[in-house]
T-cell receptor
Framework: DAKTTQPTSMDCAEGRAANLPCNHS???????VYWYRQIHSQGPQYIIH???NNETNEMASLIITEDRKSSTLILPHATLRDTAVYYC?????????????FGKGTHLIIQP | GAVVSQHPSRVICKSGTSVKIECRSL??????MFWYRQFPKKSLMLMAT?????????EQGVEKDKFLINHASLTLSTLTVTSAHPEDSSFYIC??????????FGSGTRLTVV
């Protein structure tokens, strides 16, 4: 089981902020929230991860609720190239012996 | 950042033949690599975990004799699809975990068996 719940699909206008929600109500204290995306016919690409504080990098921002049961990935100025399937995954990064479990993700479609 | 190179990106083979897919960690060592399979419009499914110097561990329902995995060095894992059939046609993706940057994925291999 993927342990996360995401909307199946979302649309966003080009140039606007895309906000992708993820529910992870059973997350444990040492698990991080990771976001990956997969553009059609490519391997998944790492976007961002966090534990409990909000995080920002050159690609996106990650907002994690105080109870850590949900999070939102924000693409501040979406472009057509951001059209992809976005996966929210919770994991304990100190492991590394296990592969990732992918849910169905959110298919984000950026509209021109 | 950590880079994983996967080759070939596309391959077409005849039914009954075998196909080898390579996965290399270019700038880091990976004692563990992972192989995924993805059918059209579906999510990635973990097939097996490749362990350097020891046998791979396969997920339930994945035939180890069909999907041979070799991890002979700290930077190379190979997946061989043996006696391929049209139902083996899929998108195969490898991954490795770098210590700092986490899980990194190859660009995938589109296998078509005709």
């Amino acid at each position: 089981d993927a342990k996360t719940t995401q909307p199946t699909s979302m649309d966003c206008a080009e140039g606007r902020a895309a906000n992708l929600p993820c529910n992870h109500s059973t997350i444990s204290g040492n698990e991080y929230v990771y976001w990956y995306r997969q553009i059609h016919s490519q391997g998944p690409q790492y976007i961002i991860h966090g534990l409990k504080n909000n995080e920002t990098n050159e690609m996106a921002s990650l907002i994690i609720t105080e109870d850590r049961k949900s999070s939102t990935l924000i693409l501040p100025h979406a472009t057509l190239r951001d059209t992809a399937v976005y996966y929210c995954i919770v994991l304990f990064p100190g492991g590394g012996a296990d592969g990732l479990t992918f849910g169905k993700g959110t298919h984000l479609i950026i509209q021109p | 950042g950590a880079v994983v190179s996967q080759h070939p990106s596309r391959v077409i083979c005849k039914s009954g033949t075998s196909v080898k897919i390579e996965c290399r960690s270019l700038d880091f060592q990976a004692t563990t690599m992972f192989w995924y399979r993805q059918f059209p419009k579906k999510s990635l499914m973990l097939m097996a975990t490749s362990n350097e110097g020891s046998k791979a561990t396969y997920e339930q329902g994945v035939e180890k004799d069909k999907f041979l995995i070799n991890h002979a060095s700290l930077t190379l894992s190979t997946l061989t699809v043996t006696s391929a059939h049209p139902e083996d046609s899929s998108f195969y993706i490898c991954s490795a975990r770098a210590e700092i940057s986490g899980y990194t994925f190859g660009s995938g291999t589109r296998l078509t068996v005709v």
